[in-house]
């Protein structure tokens, strides 16, 4: 199948990017009472659904800003596979549905690292260039290596999959990787007694 990666502009994307993180932020949010017996999981779960909230927020300033002066993005494009937006859209609502039947922890972590391996969250730190505030692109970055980094703490503490951990593991390094990334990846404190999934 031919791939379907081309120039994008801002505009183009920036809707679809929109539908994602809103969708995102409502599987989260649907985590928060699933496990609210667990102070704990509850907290991570409202963590990354406040998180997802931030990015739909600065995607909503961004198309603001457009609007009122779209000779910004005339020239800035996105390298995107436009498939990406039609695989998260059919991946995402698989797991709503899922998720309303109920699931475990570590299925829920599965979740998470599924979609936070995509493109998804490279584009919208991309998109953060309209503002042209080097300063608000690089806080995005680090919110998403802390929250990677929580994410792969969960793991380790709530499950024994090693290799779901290795690929949290992995995105931490990615994020911390990126050029306009400046955190320093956040050191995983020391494991405490496991929980049961819940």
Known sequence: MPSRIRNTT??????????????????YAGFIPAFASDDELRQFWFNMARGEAAHCGALMLVETILRDDPDLGVDATIRFDMSTGVRLRSLLAGYRREQR??????????????????ELEDVVVDLLQVVRDPGWRDQAVKMLVHDMGDLSYMIEKFT???E?????????ESRVARPQGTAKKKRRRSPRKKKASA
């Open 10 to 27: 801002m505009v183009e994307v920036l809707g679809l990017a929109l539908e994602l993180e809103r969708k995102t932020m409502a599987l």
């Open 101 to 118: 039947r109920g699931v475990t922890a570590e299925r829920a972590f599965e979740m998470a690292v599924d979609l936070e391996s995509s």
């Open 160 to 162: 024994d999959n090693t």
């Open 164 to 172: 779901l951990l290795a690929r949290a593991d992995a995105l931490v």
